[in-house]
């Protein structure tokens, strides 16, 4: 496929603000009335990447991912190859981390990976709306990993 450039229909890119004082910073990073019920968060994890490292790209059949980029320096890729969208084929690069505090809700079936661009290893928040590998680690996961198909044509630059 040839992606174009532009903005992923249904993910949500939210600027993070930071509440400042002496001590540091305080940063909301989701309310539930600021949320529509099907993005509500049933779990949260943060995870470490390495400098240089990128994880995905991947996409879920049924989750939705509500990142939380804070610190560090991170591109998030995102693309789109859910043919009933209206962006069908499009894909979108963020600059995110802490010049740029964002929150990035990413819907079922948007393909995504994330690179840490900076020099020091960075921490993302992650919380999604399914929880991993179901009620009790029983289910399979959900996920589609995209990094193992050679003919995927998802380019991270």
Known sequence: MNWTPGNVHDCIVRPLPCYTDERGWLSEIFRHDELEPKFHPVMAYVSLTCAGITRGPHEH???TDLFAFLNGSFRLYLWDPRKDSPTYGTRQVLDTG???PTTVIIPPGVI????????SDALVLNCPNRLYAGEGKLDPV??????????HNLILD
Not at 112 to 119: E, L, V
């Open 112 to 119: 995504h990976a994330y690179r840490n661009t900076g020099t």
């Open 98 to 100: 802490a010049e740029s």
């Open 61 to 63: 059949r049924d989750q």
């Open 142 to 151: 959900d996920e589609i990993r995209w990094e193992e198909r050679p003919d």
